[in-house]
């Protein structure tokens, strides 16, 4: 149980394109999602908390407009990279949150090129 | 582009041997631990928690230990196989809701 899935696993775009990731939790639903950036050989950096029904709560330094969050359903979010550049280029990663003393469980990551 | 990033510390171990990976928490407000492997260009897997009123925990080869005394945290992994080569990442849940944070991570390299 509490499988993740997040799609796609792989981009590669243009300088200035906008790019859609969607994380759904497909055995379970989620009010609470959660959106990572991960450089490598670091650990992970929380971007935003994706709250389904609301707006997303973002950490500092995070630009909501650069980063547009949607959690529409209780088992869908997305994060859309609005005109990407390449410093946008890296892996990121969703989870999803089950509950209080409970993990949260992660997709497999999107790793995003920007050229 | 992507920044440098740091090297992870790395403990290489050989086949067969227990594995022993630690995790320093600084907030004593957490109440949940949780221990995740992730694989290369792949998401964290959960391994294993524990909740802050227990020190120890056993799973399928794998034995967490908790001391709040000194806000210490490891991952005890028994006979290491070659799967088991990933990085190891603690994470502290509570002190600030639902969030997790996470420490640095250890690469764990399994020599045959």
């Known amino acids: 149980g509490a499988v993740v899935s997040q799609h796609p696993s792989r981009v590669i775009c243009k300088s200035g394109t906008s790019v859609k990731i969607e994380c759904r939790s497909l055995d379970f639903q989620a009010t609470t999602m959660f959106w990572y950036r991960q450089f490598p050989k670091q650990s992970l950096m929380l971007m935003a908390t994706s709250n389904e029904g609301s707006k997303a709560t973002y950490e500092q330094g995070v630009e909501k407009d650069k980063f547009l969050i949607n959690h529409a359903s209780l088992t869908l979010s997305t994060l859309t990279v609005t005109s990407a550049h390449p410093e946008d280029s890296s892996f990121y990663i969703c989870?999803?949150?089950?509950?209080?003393?409970?993990?949260?469980?992660f997709g497999d990551g999107t790793r995003l090129s920007i050229l | 582009g992507e920044s440098v990033g740091l090297h992870l510390p790395t403990l290489s171990v050989q086949e067969g041997d227990n594995s022993i990976i630690n995790c320093a928490y600084s907030?004593?407000?957490?109440?949940?631990f949780i221990w995740y492997k992730q694989e290369s260009g792949k998401g964290p897997q959960f391994i294993i928690d524990i909740r802050s009123n227990m020190d120890k925990r056993q799973g399928q080869r794998v034995t967490v230990l908790l001391n709040k005394t000194v806000k210490h945290l490891s991952l005890q992994i028994a006979a290491t196989q070659p799967g088991d080569s990933a990085v190891y990442f603690c994470a502290e849940k509570g002190a600030a809701g639902n969030k997790l944070t996470f420490g640095g991570g250890t690469r764990v390299l399994v020599k045959p």
């Open positions: 907030n004593s407000a957490s109440d949940y």
């Open positions: 989870s999803a949150d089950t509950g209080y003393n409970q993990p949260q469980h």
